[in-house]
């Protein structure tokens, strides 16, 4: 019979308790699935992808709150939800470093390094006076995205899975970005993968289409994997591109930028 008297048994905390809980749930795996790949989405757009019950939908969520899988970010009347991968990654340290020593100081030090991390997302918000079909007829209508987007014409059905590119309007043999489908809710949300062509590998976009009365607030998103030149890169390239499509759905006409 093998000696077990040498293991140090582990007593699980409370904490610990809870995200296995949580985590025991398909529904609440689901729901972490789609707030990794949409981080800030709302309670009400995460209850549109399920057939149960906005009360069920948010008391799953309550469960990974309480576990700390989930973060909540007040913004205004809405609450905008992001996955925390801080306790599962506990969790895997603890078997980890009983069990793998030789592994154990690599990975702590990745741990830590991951947490400190700064906050590889670009946000921003605006809000525009029109409808959401005319927000969405702009945000997916190839004649209207060479009027903001750079001259850039968008490429897409728009089915997850299938490309979305954006072409130089005057030669559609050059590809400005490259992309993704990756959701399309319309008039809601769209989410789609961005490659800059900069060898940096894909990021993700996602816009929020929220009506609010005579206007909606517009939400975009880009997240990145890793801090790369594209991520430096596109920072100052949302601004124009947001304050276009504002200036055109309200008044009709292009933005003209000056160079210098």
Same mark, same amino acid.
Request: aromatic share 8%; net charge negative; hydrophobic share 35%.
């Given at each position: 019979?093998?000696?077990?008297?040498?293991?140090?048994? @582990?007593? %699980?905390?409370?904490? !610990?308790? #809870?995200?296995?809980?949580?985590? =025991?749930?398909?529904?609440? /795996?689901?729901?972490?699935?789609?707030?990794?790949?949409?981080?800030?989405?709302?309670?009400?757009?995460?209850?549109?992808?399920?057939?149960?019950?906005?009360?069920?939908?948010?008391? @799953?969520? %309550?469960?990974?709150? !309480?576990? #700390?899988?989930?973060?909540?970010? =007040?913004?205004?009347?809405? /609450?905008?939800?992001?996955?925390?991968?801080?306790?599962?990654?506990?969790?895997?340290?603890?078997?980890?470093?009983?069990?793998?020593?030789?592994?154990?100081?690599?990975?702590?030090?990745?741990?830590?390094?991951?947490?400190?991390?700064?906050?590889?997302?670009?946000?921003?918000?605006?809000?525009? /006076?029109?409808?959401?079909?005319?927000?969405?007829?702009?945000?997916?209508?190839?004649?209207?995205?060479?009027?903001?987007?750079?001259?850039?014409?968008?490429?897409?059905?728009?089915?997850?899975?299938?490309?979305?590119?954006?072409?130089?309007?005057?030669?559609?043999?050059?590809?400005?970005?490259?992309?993704?489908?990756?959701?399309?809710?319309?008039?809601?949300?769209?989410?789609?993968?961005?490659?800059?062509?900069?060898?940096?590998?894909?990021s993700t976009v996602t816009y929020e289409i929220e009506p609010m009365g005579d206007v909606c607030k517009l939400t975009l998103v880009h997240v990145f994997e890793e801090e790369n030149k594209t991520f430096s890169d596109v920072q100052s390239g949302w601004n124009p591109i947001l304050s276009g499509l504002k200036t055109w759905l309200e008044t009709g006409e292009v933005l003209q930028i000056p160079t210098s």
């Amino acid at each position: 019979m093998t000696n077990l008297s040498h293991i140090n048994l @582990h007593a %699980e905390s409370p904490a !610990e308790d #809870r995200v296995f809980k949580a985590l =025991a749930n398909s529904s609440r /795996r689901q729901i972490l699935d789609i707030i990794g790949s949409a981080p800030g989405i709302t309670q009400g757009d995460i209850s549109d992808h399920f057939d149960m019950s906005r009360f069920g939908v948010r008391s @799953h969520v %309550e469960v990974l709150k !309480e576990a #700390r899988l989930v973060t909540v970010e =007040a913004d205004g009347r809405e /609450r905008r939800h992001y996955l925390n991968v801080v306790p599962i990654q506990t969790l895997y340290d603890r078997w980890l470093t009983e069990h793998s020593a030789r592994w154990a100081s690599a990975l702590t030090k990745l741990k830590y390094g991951l947490e400190a991390m700064p906050d590889l997302k670009h946000r921003y918000e605006i809000y525009i /006076r029109t409808s959401p079909e005319d927000l969405w007829n702009a945000l997916t209508n190839g004649d209207v995205t060479p009027l903001y987007y750079y001259g850039a014409q968008l490429e897409t059905s728009l089915e997850p899975g299938t490309p979305f590119l954006y072409r130089h309007h005057a030669d559609k043999s050059v590809t400005m970005i490259s992309g993704e489908v990756v959701e399309c809710v319309p008039m809601k949300r769209l989410i789609h993968t961005f490659d800059f062509m900069k060898g940096d590998g894909p990021s993700t976009v996602t816009y929020e289409i929220e009506p609010m009365g005579d206007v909606c607030k517009l939400t975009l998103v880009h997240v990145f994997e890793e801090e790369n030149k594209t991520f430096s890169d596109v920072q100052s390239g949302w601004n124009p591109i947001l304050s276009g499509l504002k200036t055109w759905l309200e008044t009709g006409e292009v933005l003209q930028i000056p160079t210098s």
